[in-house]
């Protein structure tokens, strides 16, 4: 029975010669036992004598032992126990060990100085994000001794916040809270259609929403150290940089200097929000890591940037009420589904959001200082020689996010990064060029960028450390929304993607337009939200894309992302009954397809 | 040994009084001089761990809306005991280190100390009655 498609289920044996060259290694000094050998024993004494810490898997009480033995007979011609590496060099068994120690080759293998020295820790993370944290616990709950050190550097306009990461401080978190207090002002306008009489004028007050949301926040803060505290991680809010291979320095916000050595290292650094590089952007302009605890309200906005940080923004700072321009380089959403990201834009343009289109920023100049202040925006266009002035009360630039990569003393141990975006490159069990770093989140190259990748790389790349699992984390159909004001939730390819891989004729697109009961009485935007589903006919018309635009997209998305995971068909799909009402039983009973050219307009109920 | 020990105590007694001012109080006349926000560390040991009065420890944060309710409601009833007890405030933001050492986890939490030990502890919010009775356990006992 062939894996369902999607997974990247390898036979058992290249699995297990995996596990075999991740435990060689990830650890200083590998040693494969067996529980009741006399020269294992030997070998093991050895090295507590050199206060030298090693890791022996014991051959004889692991599920496919004998495999891994064999595995070893052909990786190094040795088909008995102990079999030692240092460092990732096969040494031998109980003889070779002892010889390579009386001549001293052993500790050259080991490092001269290291000798005497065991390392401080089991584990150190830099990063108390999504990614570290998980990490973290899931280590620490298998007995390692951990720590985590996070540290916020303050942004040009000295914000800065606590322990828990971009998606608790300055990301997720306060964005779907905002995006609420946005969708709670449409509700109010779609009450009266329902019957509720009320004679006050509804406004919004910026300061307060603010001050609800930090609060919450704060109480996250508290939770994680209390979480890290419960666990037995020793938590550091210090900058970390490597100084030398398995030591970092640890600077807190006073100065004061501090060094730790670890046997295993994982870098959880995240990223923060790219300037422009033009005169007046660090001064005047703010960003996402501003924008949440911003405490004045933000006025006349100008957002930069066509990413979904720019048009979620966008998006809610217009729902509050405000007058907001989008300024696009290009094409909106680079990455997503092009079909469904001008869907998104349009809804948005429909709804009180101005979009400038094809022009940069080339400068910011400040005309009054205030809370906000005025501020003049020249931009040039990106086709032609027109330019472009106008005044705003703030300008929030979203123009991409930036790794954390650069000042951590990765050269100095030969950690690689991609030295055009920052990030690092990591094979498929999040190990970096150097064996004992690990790289997790937001940070690696060519992965997804979303929270709940960062904490499942986190928590099984801890159990394949620690707790003997192979388990990768696996990176396809991972569902996501975008919260703009039409939510837009998908799992697995755009269709651009799909067509590319696949090729059109082998794809069937079923679509449909459909119109939420909810905004039937207020009579909202009919034949505006949209749901499509992308088959490939040559494998039983298994559905490969699933792209939704509506209300409440994400918690829509969340249930078909396990069911594309079990190899959901169209089949399977027509066969389900939905539920009514809902937006999401339109998935259950889609007929038109796109190569028809049939008309998917709603006309009745 | 024990004569010396004794010595020392009588010395030091008058130098420690709780009424050095020290510190920003608030609240009504009375409440200034029984309660007193926590400083630091040492602050901590000096005016709560030795105090030679009982001391109630409100353990609070900025961001905790229980915690804002709680805080004046307990001033006030420390206020009426006439000296008896006394109230330290703990910004758990500000002194992360001391809400750690006392276990701190949820807030508002509330300790009874006398003579340096925890005799009685509450988390989150009662009304005053249930204070009252709590801080009159404290004095009495």
């Known amino acids: 029975m062939p894996p369902p498609p999607g997974q990247t289920r390898l036979p058992d044996w290249d699995e297990l010669k995996l596990r075999v060259r991740t435990l060689i290694a990830s650890h200083r000094v590998m040693i494969f036992s067996k529980s009741y050998c006399p020269y294992c024993n030997k070998v093991k004494e050895l090295f507590s004598s050199l206060h030298v810490e090693y890791y022996a898997l014991e051959l004889d009480v692991t599920d496919d032992g004998s495999s891994i033995q064999q595995i070893l007979a052909e990786l190094t011609n040795q088909r008995t126990v102990p079999n030692v590496f240092v460092n990732g060099s096969h040494i031998g068994g109980c003889d070779a060990t002892f010889q390579a120690y009386k001549d001293g080759s052993l500790q050259k293998l080991l490092g001269d100085n290291q000798i005497t020295e065991p390392y401080e ?3 150190i993370i830099i990063g108390g994000g999504s990614g570290g944290l998980a990490c973290s616990k899931e280590a620490a709950a298998l007995g390692k001794k951990v720590m985590v050190l996070d540290y916020v550097v303050p942004t040009p306009l000295g914000t800065s916040w606590g322990l828990g990461g971009t998606c608790v401080n300055v990301g997720c978190i306060p964005k779907k809270l905002m995006h609420q207090a946005a969708l709670l002002g449409q509700a109010l306008q779609d009450s009266r259609k329902y019957g509720w009489q009320y004679e006050e004028q509804v406004k919004h007050n910026w300061e307060t929403m603010v001050e609800a949301i930090q609060n919450y926040i704060g109480s996250l803060n508290w939770g994680y150290r209390v979480s890290l505290r419960e666990k037995s991680v020793t938590y550091l809010n210090s900058y970390g940089e490597f100084v030398e291979p398995h030591k970092i320095k640890a600077t807190n916000r006073k100065g004061q200097v501090t060094y730790h050595t670890a046997e295993t290292f994982v870098l959880a650094t995240g990223e923060r929000p790219r300037y422009l590089g033009i005169p007046g952007d660090k001064e005047f302009c703010i960003t996402s890591d501003d924008l949440f605890s911003l405490p004045y309200c933000p006025g006349k906005t100008l957002v930069v940037g066509a990413s979904y940080v720019a048009l979620e923004c966008a998006g809610f700072l217009a729902g509050l009420g405000l007058d907001v321009t989008v300024m696009v380089r290009s094409i909106l959403l680079r990455g997503f589904d092009q079909e469904m990201a001008e869907k998104v834009g349009a809804y948005m343009e429909t709804h009180g959001v101005k979009f400038i289109r094809k022009f940069v920023p080339v400068q910011v100049e400040q005309l009054e200082r205030g809370m906000p202040g005025r501020l003049k925006v020249t931009a040039q266009c990106t086709e032609g020689p027109e330019i472009l002035e106008e005044e705003y009360n703030t300008v929030l630039l979203a123009v991409g996010r930036d790794a954390c990569t650069r000042n951590i003393g990765l050269q100095t141990i030969g950690v690689k990064i991609n030295e055009k975006n920052g ?6 069990e999040e190990r ?17 960028e979303l929270t709940p990748v960062a904490i499942q790389a986190g928590r099984l790349l801890a159990q394949r450390l620690y707790g003997g699992s192979s388990k990768k984390c696996d990176y396809i159909n991972v569902p996501t929304t975008v919260f703009t004001p039409l939510e837009y939730g998908s799992c697995g390819y755009p269709e651009e993607k799909a067509i590319s891989e696949y090729g059109e004729q082998n794809l069937e697109v079923y679509h449909t337009l459909f119109w939420p009961l909810e905004w039937t009485v207020p ?13 490939n006919k040559q494998d039983n018309n298994r559905v490969i894309g699933l792209h939704v635009l509506g209300p409440n997209a994400g918690e829509v998305t969340q249930g078909f992302a396990a069911a594309i995971k079990c190899g959901l068909t169209k089949e399977l799909l027509d066969e389900t009954i939905g539920i009514h009402p809902t937006c999401a039983e339109v998935f259950t009973t889609m007929d038109i397809t796109k190569s028809s050219g049939q008309d998917i307009t709603q006309k009745g109920c | 040994m024990a004569q010396r020990l004794a010595l020392q105590r009588l010395l030091w007694l008058p130098t420690r009084g709780p009424l050095a001012s020290h510190g920003r109080a608030f609240g009504t006349s009375a409440g200034r001089r029984s309660t007193f926000n926590v ?15 009982p001391v109630v420890v409100d353990f609070h944060a900025q961001w905790c809306g229980p915690c804002k ?3 004046p409601r307990l001033e006030k009833l ?6 008896k007890v006394l109230m330290a405030k703990v910004d758990i933001d500000d002194h992360t280190d001391l809400a750690i050492e006392y276990e701190v986890s949820a807030v508002p939490t509330v300790l009874a100390m006398k003579n340096g030990d925890v005799v009685d502890k509450f988390v989150g919010i009662k009304d005053e009655d249930q204070l009252e009775a709590f801080l009159k356990k404290l004095i009495g006992a």
Request: charged letters at 25%.
């Open chain 1, 121 to 123: 820790y089991d584990l």
């Open chain 1, 423 to 428: 990030k690092v490159p990591v094979n498929d």
């Open chain 1, 432 to 448: 970096t060029n150097v064996p004992y770093v690990y790289a997790i989140g937001d940070i690696l190259d060519g992965k997804l």
């Open chain 1, 523 to 535: 009579g909202r935007d009919n034949n505006t939200c949209y749901a499509k589903i992308i088959c």
């Open chain 2, 39 to 53: 400083q630091d560390g040492s602050d901590f040991q000096d005016r709560v761990v030795n105090s030679p009065k």
């Open chain 2, 69 to 71: 309710i709680l805080g």
């Open chain 2, 78 to 83: 420390v206020a009426k005991q006439e000296g």
